[in-house]
């Protein structure tokens, strides 16, 4: 009975905290059995004994973890020993840089860098998965035991929550936190495809500054959902590479609003061709999607067999491979922002002048001379994208995803269209030779380091590379929150890394899979859109408005920031809701006054970085004089950054197609009039 009275009393305080939590696991009351043995409390759980004595299983689990850390590893993409360049050198370095300048520039300055001792030992955040340990490891924190001010709690199973809800006085302990200056965050979901979804949105958004120093700890007997999300936390290619590749789109995100700025200034008659989502393909003919990787030889042939009965989509360089073997292509999409692809264009248009009838569907922020070699040009916009920020009627085409690679954006459109039946070719992210990582005839010079064997869809070792197994990811992100119906399949030919919830099939079965339509149907897609476009008028002085906006709302955002920063006497979770509300929440607020937050946090994450790995006062206010310095340094660099896109925004482009170098070097000029 005192176990059933400490739980009612818990969830009569928590409905003052949080009244959906407590109606929700007032559900899960009679799942629940506490008995007395003699050797101590017997935890009982749907049947399940999950412990038969919780305070020695928690005791010894929490102790064994909290003496050797268990930290996510995030790289510091700030290097040492770089030069000290003005932010207006630093800007004028990203222009068209593949590299990643801009991180690696502007924070944490080179003598400071050496001193910043291991994360792994100096964590502020713990992340517990599982509830059972929960108010142990609070009471720890309470006493200040270990370094950390902020709790993140995962569950699967609210009964082990209501476990704890009759094992301890919960509620009590979490306004003991808060009165204290210590944060708690709960995340809750028992599918485990959807936990990692929530995970990921709440760390890179909400929470993305606790990723410095985060520890991870378990509860006795967590459920196999946590074990694997525990898994997916270090995976290299699951959340590192997911965080590093938000923070490191701040040269990228620089490159694609001076291409969107362009493109639309050179627009035909001020007026854009947006893809038409609301549309759909509704005949049968399946859309064949081919990216660039090595089984696209193996495939040519009967591709060729098949090409007049499908509708052949080339991403990117495999576009080189299809044409150079005389296969007809529908259309060509493309994603990267880099001069490369158009000079690689340039060169195939050359040799093979019939790419001109093809039809492109194009990301806005890519070179806005390639549009230009099309006979028409479709545009889709990129999510979170400075772009779309700064023009809000390209949010009417935003793709949800659009990436990492050009077959992720590819394969979501056609998704998106309804289309009947997909089939992806070349798609292996993967070779069985690691010295060949592409088709033999794809346009462009990447070569990608393949270094990591795995089994391939056929069984033999294939070899890929964290930036291949993340697009693959985001290629099952997609099948995932698409509808896929008896009607709708996506078929997969070639050997390389499996995908879930693609069919994989051989060459044989692709022309079984066409033959059906041979009677029927005999097209010429070429003279067919089956892609559907919507013209919007541009208004620049709108858009002029937004960035000229931009800069006035970053004036008042780095004052803010800065007084916060006065304030602050030491490293609690005051300053760190906060920082979240300038870095993240405010991002929110930003976008809706269509401001680019999308440049404010990278920076921001690395400016903050310094006050994470103190660990005595002392070395508190160091770390806040050196994030002062960082921030006005970051500051001095949005200034210039967004005057650079004024002067573009206000300039004219004249014969922009004519010169390749005429976008790089009007950009240089427009650049150098601003830094003197």
């Known amino acids: 009975m005192e176990f059933d009275k400490l739980f009612q009393q818990n969830i009569a305080q928590l409905q003052g905290i949080s009244s959906a939590l407590a109606e929700n696991l007032l559900l899960y009351k009679d799942r629940v059995t506490i008995e007395k043995s003699s050797n101590g409390l017997v935890v009982i759980c749907d049947g399940e004994i999950i412990s038969s004595n919780i305070?020695?299983?928690?005791?010894?689990?929490?102790?064994?973890?909290?003496?050797?850390?268990?930290?996510?590893?995030?790289?510091?993409?700030?290097?040492?020993?770089?030069?000290?360049?003005?932010?207006?050198?630093?800007?004028?370095?990203a222009i068209h840089s593949r590299q990643q300048i801009l991180l690696q520039s502007l924070v944490l300055d080179a003598p400071e860098k050496k001193k910043i001792p291991s994360s792994r030992s100096n964590y502020k955040t713990c992340m517990l998965l599982g509830s059972l340990a929960i108010v142990p490891l609070l009471d720890i924190v309470i006493a200040k035991k270990i370094p950390a001010k902020t709790i993140i709690l995962v569950e699967?199973?609210?009964?082990?929550?209501?476990?704890?809800?009759?094992?301890?006085?919960?509620?009590?302990?979490?306004?003991?936190?808060?009165?204290?200056?210590?944060?708690?965050?709960?995340?809750?979901?028992?599918?485990?495809?959807?936990?990692?979804?929530?995970?990921?949105?709440?760390?890179?958004?909400?929470?993305?500054?606790?990723?410095?120093?985060?520890?991870?700890?378990?509860?006795?007997?967590?459920?196999?959902e946590l074990l694997s999300l525990r898994s997916w936390l270090h995976s290299p290619d699951e959340l590192p590479s997911a965080v590093t590749g938000i923070l490191g789109f701040t040269t990228d995100e620089l490159n694609q609003s001076i291409n969107t700025l362009s493109s639309l200034k050179v627009a035909k008659d001020g007026v854009i061709n947006l893809i038409d989502y609301s549309s759909r393909i509704d005949q049968k003919l399946p859309i064949v999607i081919v990216a660039s990787g090595p089984s696209l030889d193996d495939s040519i042939e009967v591709l060729s067999k098949i090409q007049n009965n499908v509708i052949v989509v080339s991403c990117g360089s495999s576009l080189g491979s299809l044409i150079r073997a005389g296969i007809k292509v529908d259309y060509t999409v493309i994603l990267e922002r880099n001069a490369e692809?158009?000079?690689?264009?340039?060169?195939?248009?050359?040799?093979?002048?019939?790419?001109?009838?093809?039809?492109?569907?194009?990301?806005?922020?890519?070179?806005?001379?390639?549009?230009?070699?099309?006979?028409?040009?479709?545009?889709?916009?990129?999510?979170?994208?400075?772009?779309?920020?700064?023009?809000?009627?390209?949010?009417?085409?935003?793709?949800?995803?659009?990436?990492?690679?050009?077959?992720?954006?590819?394969?979501?459109?056609?998704?998106?269209?309804?289309?009947?039946?997909?089939?992806?070719?070349?798609?292996?992210?993967?070779?069985?030779?690691?010295?060949?990582?592409?088709?033999?005839?794809?346009?462009?010079?990447?070569?990608?380091?393949?270094?990591?064997?795995?089994?391939?869809?056929?069984?033999?070792?294939?070899?890929?590379s964290p930036d291949l197994l993340y697009v693959r990811s985001k290629i099952e992100s997609v099948l995932m929150n698409n509808d896929l119906s008896g009607d709708s399949n996506v078929y997969r030919i070639g050997e390389g890394l499996p995908i879930k919830n693609t069919i994989q099939i051989d060459s044989l079965a692709l022309q079984e899979l066409v033959q059906p339509n041979k009677n029927d149907i005999q097209v010429n897609s070429l003279n067919e859109d089956y892609v559907k476009s919507i013209q919007t008028p541009i208004d620049f002085k709108e858009q002029l408005n937004n960035l000229h906006n931009c800069l006035a709302l970053a004036n008042d955002y780095i004052a803010n920031f800065e007084n916060s920063l006065e304030l602050a006497e030491e490293w609690d979770d005051k300053l760190y809701c906060e920082i979240s509300t300038y870095v993240s929440r405010y991002r929110y607020t930003f976008s809706n006054k269509n401001v680019p937050y999308t440049f404010f946090t990278p920076l921001f994450f690395y400016a903050c970085q310094s006050l994470y790995v103190s660990d005595s006062a002392d070395s508190f206010k160091k770390s806040l004089v050196q994030t002062k310095t960082n921030i006005k340094r970051s500051h001095e660099y949005f200034k210039c950054l967004f005057q650079l896109l004024i002067e573009i925004a206000e300039s004219d482009y004249p014969d922009l197609y004519c010169d390749k170098g005429y976008l790089e070097h009007r950009s240089r000029l427009t650049l150098s009039r601003i830094i003197s």
């Open 55 to 93: 305070e020695r299983d928690i005791a010894e689990s929490l102790g064994a973890q909290l003496q050797n850390p268990d930290g996510i590893s995030l790289p510091l993409i700030s290097q040492p020993g770089l030069p000290d360049e003005t932010p207006g050198e630093i800007v004028s370095n």
């Open 156 to 224: 699967s199973n609210l009964s082990l929550l209501a476990a704890v809800l009759h094992l301890y006085n919960f509620s009590e302990k979490l306004l003991q936190l808060k009165s204290k200056g210590f944060g708690f965050h709960f995340i809750y979901e028992e599918n485990y495809a959807n936990l990692r979804k929530r995970i990921l949105e709440r760390l890179t958004n909400s929470l993305l500054i606790s990723l410095h120093g985060m520890q991870i700890l378990r509860s006795p007997n967590i459920r196999s």
């Open 341 to 464: 692809t158009y000079y690689s264009l340039i060169e195939l248009v050359k040799e093979y002048p019939e790419i001109q009838k093809i039809s492109l569907l194009s990301s806005v922020t890519v070179d806005p001379r390639i549009p230009g070699l099309f006979q028409k040009t479709i545009f889709f916009s990129r999510p979170y994208s400075v772009t779309t920020a700064i023009f809000p009627f390209l949010k009417k085409s935003i793709l949800p995803i659009a990436g990492p690679q050009v077959v992720n954006a590819a394969l979501e459109i056609f998704l998106i269209l309804k289309a009947k039946s997909i089939v992806l070719l070349g798609c292996d992210l993967s070779s069985s030779k690691q010295k060949q990582s592409r088709s033999i005839n794809s346009y462009g010079l990447e070569v990608r380091k393949l270094s990591i064997p795995d089994r391939g869809s056929e069984g033999r070792t294939v070899f890929t």
